[in-house]
Structure formats: C-alpha cells, structure tokens
C-alpha cells in the first residue's frame, strides 16, 4: 500500500510541475511576444500622422502673458512663433461660435451671467488678470487697450491666425456648436491644420461624424483604454482613431490646486504612482511610431518643462510661451530629437513588471536606437514644403479678407456717405444714444477697429507672397501702410525703383529709403511672374482702400465730435479727438483708459537700420504732436504731453456720460493747462539780494556748574598774562622785537608801578595736568629693559632698535621682550616652576591625628 501511494504521489507532482512549467512557458511567450509587438506594432493599426508638428502649444492662447482666448493674445502668440494656439469655444443665444473657456461669465469678466443667453452683440468685455484657475491664486495677463479684451468669434481668429494650427476644445455637448464649428473649419479650410476633441467620449464621436477630415483628440475613456491595453500588452492590436494624446501631470495639478488637508501626504503618493503608470516613455514610443502625437498640459514652471522632456513628449501646452522657448534644454531637445533618459531607464518603466531576457533587452536597445535617429535638415525641409503647400491655399487676398465687400461694410460705409451731405448735425430730442447720428458714429468707430484687423491680415498677405521677391523688406518696413505702399512702388523692379523714386521718399524716411536701395542690390530674392505680381498688387489695392475708408470715418466722426464729444474737441480739437476716438473703439472705451495709455495712442513704431536714434521720439503719439503740445519748447513737450493726457482722460470721462454738453468743462480744462504752460515758460524770479544781520554786540547765555567753574579756572587768564595785557598810563613801552611792534610785557616787566619783575607764583587752579592714562604710558617708556648692551627704553620712531655691542657685532633687540618673559615666568611661578615637586596627599590613618605627606 505504502509503495502505491509513493508512486501515486511521485506521478501526482510530476503532473502539476508539468502543468506549471507549460503556463511558465506560455506566459514567457505571451510576453515576449507582446514586448516584440510594442517595439514593432503591426501595420494594420498604424494611423496617418498629423500634417503638422506642435512643440510649444500656447494654452488659451498664452493666459499667463496676455488676456485669455482673445485675438490680441492668439496673434501675439503668433508673432512669438508658437506651434499651436489652443482654445475653447461656445455658442451664444443667436447661434455665434465664440471664444471662451467659461460659460458662466463670473470668472472671466465679473459678470454674473451665461454666453448661452446672451447675444453676441450683448457680451461683456473680459477683465484684466483673470486666474489661470478656479481655484488658483495665479493672475493672467493683461491689457490697457478695451478692445484688445473683447471675446472674438471663431471664424475671425481661424482667419487672422493663419496658417498656424488651432487645438479647439469644444466645452458643451451641444449638436448646434459642434454643427457650427465644423462649418466654420470647412469653410476656412482648416481641417488639416486643426485639432478638436473633448474629455467626453460622447462629444468626439459627434466630432468625428460631423467632419471626418479633421484630428480628433483622445477623450478620457480612450487614455484609459490606452493605459489598459497597454500594461496587459495587447495594445498593438487595438486600432485608433485619434491622432492626439493629450495628458496631464496630475501630481502638479493636485499641488497647484492649493488643496490642503490629513489626505493630502496619501493623494500625493496616489498621484505620484497614476503619473508613473501614465507618462510612460516606451508608452510614449509606441503611439509615436504608429502616428500619434503626445502633448502635456498644463506646465508652466521650468521643473516641469524638464520633467516633460525627460519622458519624451511630443509638445507642451503652456500658459507662458516665452518661458518654455527661453526654459534650459529645450533647444536642445527639440532640435535633436535626443530624449534624454536613457535606454536603461525606459526599460526599467516598461519591462517592470514585464520579464524580458537581456538578449531581447540589448536587441530592443538598438532597434530604439535606429528608430530615435532624427535628421534635422529632412524636418527642416519638410517644414519649408509644408509652409509653401500652406501658402498656396490662398491664392487671392478675397479668400482671407472679407471685410471690404461685406454688407456690414459697405451699409455703415453708405450711411456715413448720406451724412456727409449734412454739414452739421440736426437736433437732438431725447436721450443722445437713441439718436440716429449718435449710433451711427459708435458704428463707424467699432468698424475702424475692424479696419484696423483687416488691415493687418491683408498686410501679412501681401508679406507672404512678396517675401519670394524681396525678404529683407519685412524687417526695414514695418508698419502695414507703409510696408503695402512701398510695395506697390517697388513691384519687381526693386533695383530701379529703390533708387530714383521721389514717390518712395514722400512714403519713407530718407534712411530708410537709403537702406532699402542697398538691400535691394544684394537681395536674393527671385522675380515674380506676371501672375503673383497681379495678386501681391490686389492686396495693396485693398489695403489702400481700406485704409482711405477709415480715414473717412475719422472725417466724419471729426465733424460730429461737437456732439458726441465736446469737451475732449475744446481740449485737443475736433481732429485729434476724433483720432483717439477711433484707435480706442469710441468715447465709452477712450474713458477707460488710464492717462498713461491715452498718451501712446497713435504712437507707430521706426526702423533705425543703424542710423542715430536722437531723433526718433518713443511713446509719442496723436497728443504728443498736437498743436497746443508743439507750441512749447522742446525740453517741456513731455511733460506738457502728460498733463494734456491727463485732462483728455477727464474730458473723455465726462462726455462718456454726456454730462457738460456745452463743452464748459472743457474749456476750464483748457485754460488750467495754458495756465500751467505760461507758468512753465516764465524766466525765474530775480534773486533778491539778502542783507547782513546788524551786528549787535549781546551777551552769550553761559553755563554754570561746579564743572564749568573749575574748568574756567583752569582755562582763564593767570595773573602775569593779566598784567602783560595791562600797560602803564604815559609811559612808553618798549618792543620786545624790532618785528613785532607794539608787543610788550606790560606791567608784568616791573610788575607794578615802581615794582620788579618777579617769579609768578604757580596756581594750581591753573597748573597743566595729564591724564592717569597719558601718566602710565610715559611711564611705561621711561622703563628700563634689557642689559646694558641693549637698548634701554623706547625710543622715538626714527631711532632704530639696532645696535652694536662687542659680543656679536650686531643685535636687534625687541624691547617688549624682557616685560612678556616677567608675564610668562608670573604665569607660570605655581605650577610650573622649576624648584617645583609632586606633592601627594595621603588619606589620614583613622586614630592619627595628623596628615602624612610623601614626596
């Protein structure tokens, strides 16, 4: 029985070590294959990559440099050079897609309402320095100019920021937004160069059914399939339809929150282990390679920007693009393409929990160094032909300027034609702003601000397609009128035209002019043909049209300003009034500009190209070159600017509220500042001559004291200094010297009338005395040391310690010596003398009544 059971249990063993060494092997296999698959995934799931590849991706358009989601901050991002603009949108009550990240409008504009109710035309501005967050203490940027604070549309930013790609959040499950915003993409021809998406599985769907052209973003449910999938390595199998990975850096997230409580030590570490398994760099690897791109958001500190290059991302969403452009080693990895973390560290993340033999490991570790090999100067060539594939979808300057032709346009442009027949305005019955006139002067106002926008893409038009025959221009020319003027003088004949063009000198500084005509002899650029000459040419004739059609608008609105601002017209005049209206949006927005702004309004930038910079005037604008202002001398014309400036923003204050419409405010305003001028400009008063003090002989208060009264005994007069001031009544004196005359000894000679000159008694009142202190040192130096060879006491600085005895010849003696061997030996007389001994107490013998010492 026992030899039964024995070989009962010796199969039994064999049995389950069997079973157990085939699901060693399978689970080996299933791992090592997985492993093979993330490094290669299969073609079947790979994706078309994006058209486009984003590194700095400026969220809301940089809210931590400028206001959040307006198209002052997109376009200002643009001129910085970002890869991507991020956004989010809405839609109002008459079905407008807007800009913005919040519904509610609290947040962003202090306004307790929602953009869902409200029409376009009804939203507020956005205030300065919004928080970055709900909850965060962090400002935003800002901004002086009210309608660089507006909330734009969709549909304008897509335009003007051009051919730069857009991330569009779309924040609310709305079909009617989503309906809206891909007809807006389509009709912009932007579905290449966009990216949309939503946290909501819900919302991508619809996103993807509604335009199928355009890259979607992952929601969360797809991160977290990713993340399954992936650690249980059936990710290559899975398919994907995103092309964008978008992940957060919880730990970051949770501590910017500002949360503080008991739990917070255990989120942290909850948050620390959700990153590790999240921001995986073989994760990363494996979705670069089948075509999707990885952004983080949001980081904004230079830790995490290098946190982020450590793991390998694609791109960094960040409130502060000029810091992650300026932020140590972003040249450097976005340049090369080199991650920075090693292959043992990216194998120590994804083979953790995955056993891999360190054949396989060292096989993995030179196909990842193949596939990371990044060639610069191919990418560079691929961004070139993507930039030119970009600009060739706008082949005339109809396709990205609207303004001219619009409706809009030409109904406030005919309106304005109609009024211009009346010389004067008619009477005015009724509140002001229900006036016909009146509302016509704030359209033709927020259409110049229009003008101005349209001016500057039309401007950055004809920049592009002329930048093929003359680059050099953009950086010598500036400003967009005279840029487009000089362009259509220019045309293709640069060399020709640069030189012997008195049209040319009437648009640009003779400096500048001068320049332009050497640049253009060695420029090298290329003739455009007859063709892209005819488009550039287009674009200039918009913009000229553009620009005489604002200056119509301040023609009209100059003629209506006795109504609708007269206090400001008493100040500056109708015409500069009229200016400032225009360039701030009207009188309503000129009031809520400080008087520090209001000072630079119209001010336009210069290209020095290296001549002197005396001439050129900075932050001088409409005010500094008024009339009133020139009249004075050039070293008062500032100041006098500031003054003005400062009276325009009380004078535009008042007229925002139509209070004072007969202008008398602005009058007393005038007059303060000529007064305060005339008072500037007057020669100094004379200088009065001061005179002297009379010369009354009083007596001086003195003071009294036991202290005083011996120091005036010490100090008075003794007595034979009181007799040789005495003299002799007709006798005569004699001189003590022939050189000094009339100096004699007085009665001190015979001491009296009669008397001899006797030895003066010493008073000790008045006896010299010396200190304790001055008593010791010349003590001290009348001391004797050394022997008799050597010097005896302390002699004066120029007496030298050397001396010559017949023993040595020469000896240098230190006369302090001999007084530190007297200390040392006093020091050391107790202990350790020389005639010293050991002395040792013994304990007393008990009935001995007397100590016993033993030496």
Known sequence: LSIVQLKFSTNHLNTMDAFWLVVATTVIIYILFCAYAIQNPPKYVMMKAPAFKAKIIAHRGGAGEHVENTLSAMLLAAEKKVDMLELDVHITKDEQVVVCHDDHLLRVSGVDNYISKLNYNELPFLKNNIPLDEHSEVLGGSTQNLMDRRIPLLEEILKQTYPIPVNIDIKINNDKLIEKTAEIVSISKRENSVAWGNFDEKIVRKLHKANRNVNLICSTRTVLKIIFFFYIGLLPFIPLKENFLELPMLTTLYKRSGYCNKFRPVVLKILAVADWLLLNPVLFKHLKKRGMQIFLWVLNTPEEFEHAFRVGTDGIITDYPTLLQNAPGFFIYFSSRHWQTSNKIIFFYCFSNLVMSLAEELLADLEEGDDDDYNVAEEAAEGEEKETRTRSIYNRVTAVAHLLHSDHFQGIMQRIADRMENSHLTNISGPVESHPEYLLIVDANGLAA??????????????????????????????????????????????????????????????????????????????????????????????????????????????????????????????????????????????????????????????????????????????????????????????????????????????????????????????????????????????????????????????????????????????????????????????????????????????????????????????????????????????????????????????????????????????????????????????????????????????????????
């Open 450 to 855: 229009e003008i101005d926008n349209e001016i500057a893409v039309v401007h950055k038009f004809v920049r592009d397609k002329y930048a093929k025959r003359f680059p050099e221009l953009e950086s010598l020319v500036q400003m967009p009128m005279e840029y487009v003027a000089c362009v259509k003088e220019l045309g293709n004949d640069i060399l020709d035209k640069a030189k012997h063009n008195e049209q040319l000198q009437n648009i640009l500084l003779p400096s500048t002019v001068i320049v332009i005509s050497v640049t253009a002899s060695t420029t090298q650029g290329e003739c455009l043909t007859d063709e892209e000459l005819a488009i550039v040419m287009e674009g200039c004739e918009m913009a000229i049209q553009l620009n005489d059609a604002k200056l119509k608008i301040y023609q009209f609105v100059e003629s209506r300003m006795h109504c609708i601002a007269p206090n400001l017209s008493v100040i500056l005049g109708p015409e500069i009034a009229a200016k400032l209206m225009g360039t701030a949006g009207g009188i309503t927005q000129l009031s809520k500009i400080p008087a520090c702004n209001v000072l630079i309004l119209g001010s336009q930038k210069r290209t020095l190209s290296g001549f002197s910079s005396t001439t050129i005037l900075p932050h001088t604008g409409y005010i500094y070159y008024t009339p009133l202002v020139q009249s004075l001398p050039v070293d008062l014309r500032r100041k006098a600017a500031r003054l003005v400036a400062a009276k325009c923003t009380l004078a535009a204050r008042i007229d925002s509220v139509h209070s004072h419409s007969d202008g008398s405010v602005g009058l007393k305003l005038a007059e303060e500042v000529r007064s305060k001028f005339e008072k500037w400009q007057e020669p100094p008063p004379k200088k009065l001559i001061k005179p002297l003090s009379k010369p009354l002989d009083q007596a001086s208060k003195k003071r009294g004291g036991r202290r005083i009264r011996k120091m005036k005994e010490r100090l008075g007069l003794t007595e034979l200094r009181r007799k040789a001031n005495r003299m002799n009544f007709g006798q005569i004196e004699e001189d003590i010297l022939q050189e000094h005359m009339g100096f004699s000894l007085g009665q001190a000679k015979t001491g009296g009338p009669g008397g001899r000159l006797r030895t003066p008694q010493v008073d000790q009142k008045s006896r010299a005395r010396m200190s304790k202190t001055l008593q010791r040192n010349m003590q001290k130096q009348q001391s004797t040391f050394g022997s008799v060879t050597s010097v005896r006491r302390q002699l004066a600085g120029t007496i030298s310690t050397v001396t010559f005895t017949p023993v040595q010849g020469l000896e240098i003696v230190n006369p302090q010596a001999a007084e530190k061997d007297k200390s040392a030996e006093a020091a050391s007389a107790k202990y350790f003398r020389e005639d010293a001994e050991f002395i040792k107490v013994e304990t007393p013998i008990p009935g001995h009544h007397h100590n016993h010492q033993s030496k």
